[in-house]
Every structure is written in structure tokens, then in C-alpha cells.
């Protein structure tokens, strides 16, 4: 008997997911705003802090070489083979995720600089804020390991971050934009584990509706936005997924 996401995936032409923290949690990530996430151990840094101060700046390279390595050795799961067997096939066109693990990227998804959206940037590499010189995180351990510091830019003697969207640094506008296009195209837009409560990016579940689109939740706890959708389930994501492959 088909399942009522089954025929919402049988009967859409165009999809498009949507990705938050409850994905990558199936993949042992633990999530950063649960009362047990990351950030109840680890005030977050904001950027105009990790502009202005040297120190803070290596701060957060002490942390990030000397910290956890779950994220760098966490494998896609169920719910991202699923997402890139859909787009891999024409099914889906594209995922836009909150998510920073890059795991999306590592389930095989095909022309993956066009098909995966990253609202929040990307952890597994570091760029130069000043000319955009992209830095392998393997590279920049070893330099700092061996000086005890991150230096600057080899090109600009720019600042160089993580490729990731901190507390205070604008949205990508090229991110959004290329999300609001196609949360405006597809016809049935599938939320994968995010609580929907931080904006701009819970704005895309909404449009999507609010454009003709069905709407499916797939998340563990309640969404503000369970209430509009046409289909909400409250289970683990690969579980639900599954029946897809």
C-alpha cells in the first residue's frame, strides 16, 4: 500500500528538500541548539569578534583543531542517500540545507555546486574574507599545529575563516537568491529535520506553500510551521526515507 509521502513524491515533478541539524544527527552530529548542543558547552564566536581580535581569531582555530571530530568523520546516512537518489535521477532539482557537514556533497549527489544550496556555508574548507583564496582545513591544522597559529592570507594578507556563516555575518546573497528560485519552482518542497524557527532560511518552507507547492515536515519535535503543512511526520528521518529507495 503506498504511503501518503509516496504519493506525494509519485505525483510531484519538480522537488525540492530542505535540510536542517535533524538530518545530520542520524549521522551521530550532535545538533548546536538542543539543551545538550554544542553551543550549551561552547559559547559561539560571533564574526565582528573574530574580525577585530587576533586572539579570538585563534580561539576559534584552537577550538576547531583541538576539539571533536565527529563532523569530519561522520558518513551520509539513509535520509541524504535518499535526497541524492532523488536529485540524481531529475526527481528532485535541488537541497537546500542549513547544514555545514558537507555531507550532502559526500552522498553523491551529481553537479553538486549547483544542486546543493548552503544557506550556512560549509565547514570542511576556509576561505580568504578579503580575495576569496579557498584553504583546505588539512592545510591550515598543520600550520597551525606547527606555530600554534593560523596565519593570514598567502595571496592579500586577508583574514581567513571557516567557510561558515558565524553569529552576525550576512546571509550569502547568492545562496538566497539561488534558494528562492527554486523554493518558487518546485511543486512539492520537503523539510528534512530543522525546527524551522531560525529565519531568513524558514522563510522558504512558507513561500513555497504560500506558492501552490505541497508542503511535507519530516522532523522529530513539532515545527511552527506543522499547522500549513499537507503532510507532517514526527519520526526518524532514514525510517521514513527508506520506502524511497
Not at 133 to 159: H, N, T, W
Not at 161 to 176: D, L, V, Y
Request: aromatic share 6%.
Amino acid at each position: 500500500m503506498q504511503t501518503a509521502l509516496e504519493r506525494l513524491v509519485a505525483q510531484s515533478q519538480r522537488i525540492v528538500f530542505f535540510t536542517g541539524a535533524g538530518l545530520s544527527t542520524e549521522s551521530g552530529i550532535p545538533d548546536f541548539r538542543s539543551p545538550s548542543g554544542l553551543w550549551t558547552k561552547m559559547k559561539p564566536i560571533q564574526f565582528q569578534d573574530f574580525i577585530a581580535s587576533e586572539s579570538t581569531r585563534q580561539e576559534s582555530w584552537k577550538r576547531r583543531f583541538s576539539g571533536d571530530r565527529t563532523i569530519q568523520d561522520a558518513l551520509p546516512n539513509v535520509g541524504h542517500k535518499v535526497v541524492a537518489q532523488l536529485i540524481n535521477s531529475g526527481k528532485a532539482t535541488s537541497v537546500i540545507t542549513q547544514n555545514i557537514d558537507n555531507l550532502h556533497q559526500d552522498s553523491g549527489i551529481e553537479e553538486s555546486k549547483l544542486k546543493v544550496i548552503e544557506l550556512h556555508g560549509n565547514s570542511t574548507y576556509a576561505e580568504c574574507l578579503n580575495c576569496q583564496k579557498r584553504y583546505e582545513m588539512a592545510f591550515l591544522e598543520e600550520q597551525f599545529k606547527a606555530q600554534g597559529s593560523v596565519s593570514d592570507c598567502l595571496e592579500c594578507q586577508g583574514i581567513i575563516k571557516s567557510a561558515t556563516i558565524s553569529f552576525g555575518q550576512s546571509m550569502p546573497e547568492e545562496a538566497m537568491q539561488r534558494a528562492q528560485s527554486e523554493t518558487l519552482a518546485c511543486d512539492l518542497f520537503i523539510v528534512l529535520g530543522s525546527s524551522l524557527v531560525v529565519y531568513p532560511a524558514a522563510n522558504f518552507p512558507e513561500l513555497a506553500k504560500r506558492n501552490g507547492a505541497s508542503l511535507v515536515i519530516v522532523n522529530r519535535e513539532e515545527t511552527p510551521l506543522d499547522g500549513i503543512a499537507d503532510l507532517v511526520l514526527h519520526e526518524e528521518i532514514g525510517t521514513c526515507l527508506s520506502i524511497l529507495l
